[in-house]
């Protein structure tokens, strides 16, 4: 199974900041790198797709990077709706596998 | 608009069986498969498996072999999930999760189902 490391684990940030999450697989997935947002008591959203490819109806300020083993998740600039707990997952061959999750509380 | 309705929270006792639903709308039920996802209490999401709904054919992830079955009805664009025996470290969030059709990112979900396992 291809293991995803994410860091941090969790992260304290401020309404406006620019957050950054990055996640590590552990061998080459291409850019078969997704990124989930999930809220407490709700079902992930898928956010970006392909590593960098927006899923339509979510905001430009979330963007995403990066091939091979590592990638990143930024939000541009924090809004109070962006305090949830963010997974990457790589789709590039089952069984898919998720990071184990980075916390963005508020500051 | 696409949407996947779970059946809702389940009590079970260890021993016992249960049959979680997911009714897909929206789309064309049999031209995307549908996977399975646990998240236990306080934990990352977990993949179970998945299963296409043009064959009925089902893949189990290591883990959730034996105990766990996936079946369709795809009369009523249903997905079902069904666990038995039960046991105390089933109690989790089940998800079912639309696979996007372009590979392994799942771009719509059920809005969960939570299975309690307890005497």
């Known amino acids: 199974d291809i293991q995803m490391t994410q860091s941090p684990s969790s992260l304290s940030a401020s309404v406006g900041d620019r957050v950054t999450i990055t996640c590590r697989a552990g061998?080459?997935?291409?850019?078969?790198l997704n990124w989930y947002q999930q809220k407490p008591g709700k079902a992930p959203k898928l956010l970006i797709y392909?590593?960098?490819s927006l899923q339509s109806g979510v905001p430009s300020r979330f963007s995403g990077s990066g091939s091979g083993t590592d990638f990143t998740l930024t939000i541009s600039s924090l809004q109070p709706e962006d305090f949830a707990t963010y997974y990457c997952?790589?789709?590039?061959?089952?069984?898919?596998?998720f990071g184990q999750g980075t916390k963005v509380e508020i500051k | 608009q696409v949407q996947l309705v779970q059946s809702g929270s389940e009590l079970k006792k260890p021993g016992a069986s249960v049959k979680v639903s997911c009714k897909s709308s929206?789309?064309?039920?049999?031209?995307?498969?549908v996977n399975w996802v646990r998240q236990a209490p306080g934990q990352g999401l977990e993949w179970m498996g998945w299963?296409?709904?043009?064959?009925?054919?089902?893949t189990y992830a290591q883990g959730f072999t034996g105990r766990f079955v996936f079946s369709l009805d795809t009369s009523v664009s249903t997905a079902y999930l069904q666990i038995r025996p039960l046991k105390a470290e089933d109690t989790a969030v089940y998800y079912c999760?639309?696979?996007?059709?372009?590979?392994?990112?799942?771009?719509?979900w059920g809005q969960g189902t939570l299975v309690t396992v307890s005497s």
């Open positions: 999760a639309r696979g996007s059709g372009s590979g392994w990112d799942f771009d719509y």
């Open positions: 929206g789309y064309t039920f049999t031209s995307y498969g």
């Open positions: 299963i296409n709904t043009n064959t009925g054919n089902p």
């Open positions: 061998q080459s997935i291409s850019t078969y």
């Open positions: 392909g590593a960098s």
């Open positions: 997952q790589q789709s590039y061959t089952t069984p898919a596998t």
